[in-house]
């Protein structure tokens, strides 16, 4: 065929999306375990959003940013993050006027134009969570807590966090002098990446997965020993909640995280069998967010799950979702008479909300049989010239093979009876 999906992107099958289901329904379900209402963004925005947002030197902005031009010469990106939207809505909308913290999740797709490799796609999906309006520490473990049940509850193993600070406007840059100075005195020692790095995002150096540049972030100056008292304050605490939670997790010094946005905590959960480039999930404190896309000085924490990481995990590890059930009824029919009986039969049945599957085109019963028993019908309703003349059915048990001969009129109570309960009728 001349056509195929672009590339890093996927059709969700349907034989993929009871995992999909599993996933987005704990999701809703934790969501208003933790008081956190949906929101949905435009899937594009101005692509300055996210240049402002997001961070000029980022990668994302800098390669990754699916940017056009409509007919009437807006400059609008497909969004690669759900974050910088959220908090264009809150301002937009002036949600500040309302109780703080505002509480808020999305779920959809995103698009990064990446490299695609196993866990990285071109188009995902996330699960975002926004915790907006207020800086006690309390709700930065709340999110993270909300991260973990999550995962926990869906199945993962082997969880735990790897968390930082990455400090404020205020201690951060003395912080990044100290990098800079310390990594040009090694400047012949680091990789080109690094160099190019050291003008545009420095903390990223921290990042760098290059053998040669590992023993130079070994030796690099450390953000918790810069902290100023309030962002060092802010991190005791979370960590304080995190101990009496029993949570698992490592002070990450390296962990600097690929978005401009990030101030005081940043954190990322990584689960068994799940390296460090392959998080599940990462994300942060943005104290300084709102204010950099025009709305007045508003903190915020919050973190979004990769749902193809998720799913291909639970896959992997072999954890069984909920199926959708399969039809109660199939109907079967040879001959035009017959034919024309079980069309409004079957119309009839779904009109009382039995779930059934009709068979089309011109099968034998044999064909038709193995349709029913395809489809994991439980019973099989059989029309031929004979029942229409007599005005019955023949009812196949589809697991038993037992049949019975049922008068039309009877059909809905010979199914009411033998209903179960699961069906919801
Ligand atoms: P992020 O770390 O860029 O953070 O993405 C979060 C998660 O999305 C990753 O841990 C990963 O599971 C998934 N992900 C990212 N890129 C891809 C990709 N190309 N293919 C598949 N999965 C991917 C953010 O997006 C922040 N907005 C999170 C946040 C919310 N921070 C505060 N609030």
């Known amino acids: 065929m001349a056509y195929k999906a672009p590339r890093g992107t996927f059709d969700i099958l349907p034989e993929d999306w009871p995992y999909w289901n599993f996933v987005i329904s704990k999701a809703r379900e934790l969501s208003a375990l933790y008081g956190y209402e949906e929101i949905e963004t435009p899937i594009f925005e101005s692509t300055n959003l996210f240049v402002r947002g997001v961070g000029e030197g980022t990668d994302i ?35 500040h006027t309302r109780p703080q913290p505002v509480k808020l999740f999305s779920l959809g797709p995103l698009f990064r134009y990446e490299r695609p490799q196993a866990g990285r796609f071109r188009e995902f999906h996330q699960f975002n ?35 930082n600070s990455t400090g404020c406007p205020e201690c951060r840059p003395k912080y990044v002098e100290a990098l800079k100075e310390y990594y040009y005195a090694h400047y012949d020692e680091i990789c080109e990446d690094d160099k190019r790095r050291l003008g545009r995002n420095p903390l990223r150096v921290l990042d760098c997965k290059n053998p040669q540049c590992q023993p130079i972030i070994a030796g690099a100056p450390k953000i918790a020993d810069f902290l100023c008292d309030e962002c060092a304050a802010h991190f005791a605490t979370l960590r304080r909640y995190l101990d009496a939670a029993g949570r698992r997790y490592t002070v990450n010094h390296r962990l600097v995280r690929g978005l401009d946005y990030y101030t ?30 025009g709305g007045p000085p508003t903190p915020g924490v919050g973190f979004a799950v990769g749902l193809e990481r998720v799913i291909s995990t639970l896959r992997s590890q072999g954890v069984k979702v909920p199926e959708p059930p399969p039809p109660e009824v199939f109907v079967a029919a040879l001959g035009k008479k017959a034919r024309d009986k079980a069309v409004p039969l079957a119309n009839e049945l779904r009109q009382h909300h039995v779930p059934t599957l009709l068979s089309f085109g011109k099968r034998g019963l044999k064909g038709q049989l193995r349709n029913a028993n395809r489809a994991g019908a439980r019973f099989a309703l059989i029309l031929g010239d004979d029942e229409v003349a007599a005005g019955v059915v023949t009812i196949r048990d589809m697991e038993s093979g037992k049949q019975e001969q049922v008068k039309q009129k009877e059909i809905f109570a010979w199914l009411e009876a033998r209903a179960q309960p699961a069906r919801g009728r």
């Open 61 to 95: 902005v800098e390669k990754e940013m699916y940017s056009f031009q409509d007919k009437g010469k807006a400059d609008l990106t497909l969004r690669p993050e759900f974050t910088a939207g959220v908090m264009r809505a809150y301002v937009e909308h002036g949600m």
């Open 129 to 163: 969570v926004e915790a907006i309006g207020s800086q006690d520490p309390a709700l930065d473990f709340e999110v993270m807590s909300l991260a973990w049940q999550f995962l926990e509850e869906l199945g993962f193993r082997g969880l735990s966090f790897q968390v």
């Open 264 to 293: 005081k905590t940043v954190f990322e959960v990584w689960a068994e069998g799940i390296g460090a480039q392959n998080a599940v999930c990462g994300g942060g404190r943005y104290d300084g967010l709102i204010e950099e896309i």
